[in-house]
């Protein structure tokens, strides 16, 4: 299983999550090209090498070059992105955060999230950013994201409202739950966007067990006391003696026979979009002989009172059963095979230093599909006999 470990020592802010992301491998051309389904123009990307103590790091800018919006409801950002051509993993990330953002502002404000009105992560670049870090994590392979706890700062910070006590209201709304500390130094060292990101997306703790294979890091734009940079590391998760891996997960289950059916495909793409691990419908048969639909959520425990909010608030149930469950994974990861049409990432679980299971990536063979004009499906097959092939594990 592929790892991300964000090491915020020096706090988080949008630009240093995608700054470090691409200093640890993620392809800046796969970030443009999910940037380029936006419709935002008039900014350029600009990435320089700067030393923060001695340690090189990224130092990412969003340049903007034409006169912009800087304001935007919740509503037309949820609709740019809605309509747009992302990837569907890009997608889906850059809503759930965006969604974070506007519950806690709505909180902080009395307003529901539809009708918040960003400021600061409004902006064009707050946008690229959040879109950017979720396709940098796609392009990465990222399975699973932890974090260390963050590091907020101290102090007041000037923003739209005025002069604020730092975590910022909102900031700090999006904190609940999640492990902060300060050492007293006088900066902003968290912002918005870093804490709606890193809350929505990872599990928080110490370095998990991994094997390392690359690291990255971003630059942040004050000189503080300590080197102000964001750490990422990549790695492998370390397979427990008996294969496989453990997932402590939540299963919400919902019977429902009063409902309308077509809502279904609505309501799964939503609780997707908010992190569930995978959705489910199984028709059955309820009292008095009524045909019924069993909704069933499977999610870390992280994601769990988001996802009741939206079955409670999408469905007619007035009920939902809560079960635990100990969710038993193959140790998997990403690879890239070769075919006679070109290159395919496959998404491999592996049981005694062998492929047991593959699954191409979609996406690419389309794009094979469309480039050659061979069948989909001979791509696919092609794909799935070089991930089986009695090569040498990569």
Do not use: W
């Not at 988080?12 to 935002?40: I, N, R, Y």
């Not at 590091?151 to 492990?179: D, M, N, Q």
């Not at 639909?293 to 988001?306: D, P, R």
């Amino acid at each position: 299983m592929k790892i991300i470990y964000f090491d915020c020592f020096a706090g988080a802010s949008g630009d240093m999550l995608l700054a470090a992301l691409l200093d640890a491998g993620a392809p800046l051309e796969a970030v443009k090209q999910e940037l380029a389904c936006l419709p935002l123009t008039g900014y350029e990307l600009e990435l320089k090498r700067v030393l923060k103590k001695g340690i090189s790091a990224l130092d990412l800018t969003v340049a903007i070059t034409e006169k912009q919006q800087t304001h935007r409801h919740y509503h037309q950002i949820a609709a740019m992105l809605e309509t747009s051509a992302l990837s569907p993993q890009v997608k889906a990330v850059s809503l759930a955060v965006f969604r974070r953002l506007a519950e806690a502002e709505g909180k902080i404000h009395g307003k529901a999230p539809a009708d918040v009105h960003f400021h600061e992560v409004g902006a064009v670049d707050s946008i690229v950013d959040i879109v950017g870090i979720a396709a940098a994590l796609y392009s990465l392979g990222a399975e699973k994201i932890y974090s260390s706890p963050l590091h907020s700062g101290s102090g007041f910070v000037r923003c739209a409202h005025g002069e604020l006590p730092i975590p910022a209201p909102a900031t700090l709304e999006l904190l609940s739950g999640v492990p902060v500390y300060s050492r007293g130094i006088e900066a902003e060292l968290l912002t918005p966007t870093g804490a709606a990101v890193l809350s929505t997306l990872a599990e928080f703790g110490p370095l998990p067990s991994m094997t390392v294979s690359k690291s990255g890091y971003g630059a942040g734009k004050k000189e503080l006391s300590i080197a102000n940079l964001l750490r990422v590391i990549v790695g492998e998760a370390a397979a427990p003696a008996a294969g496989y891996l453990r997932e402590e997960t939540v299963i919400l289950e919902a019977n429902i026979d009063d409902m309308n059916p077509e809502f279904y495909s609505y309501i799964s793409e939503k609780l997707f979009a908010a992190g569930a691990l995978d959705v489910t419908l199984v028709p059955v048969q309820m009292k008095k002989g009524r045909p019924g639909v069993m909704l069933s959520v499977l999610a870390g425990q992280k994601q769990e009172e988001l996802l009741l909010a939206i079955i409670f608030t999408e469905t007619t149930t007035l009920g939902i059963r809560r079960l635990t469950a100990e969710k038993l994974m193959l140790p998997r990861r990403i690879i890239s095979v070769e075919t006679a049409y070109g290159p395919v990432r496959v998404k491999v679980a592996e049981a005694s230093n062998r492929i047991i299971n593959a699954a191409p990536e979609y996406q690419d063979c389309r794009q094979l599909a469309d480039a050659s004009g061979a069948p989909l499906k001979k791509i696919y097959a092609a794909a799935m006999a070089a991930a089986f092939s009695d090569r040498p594990l990569p």
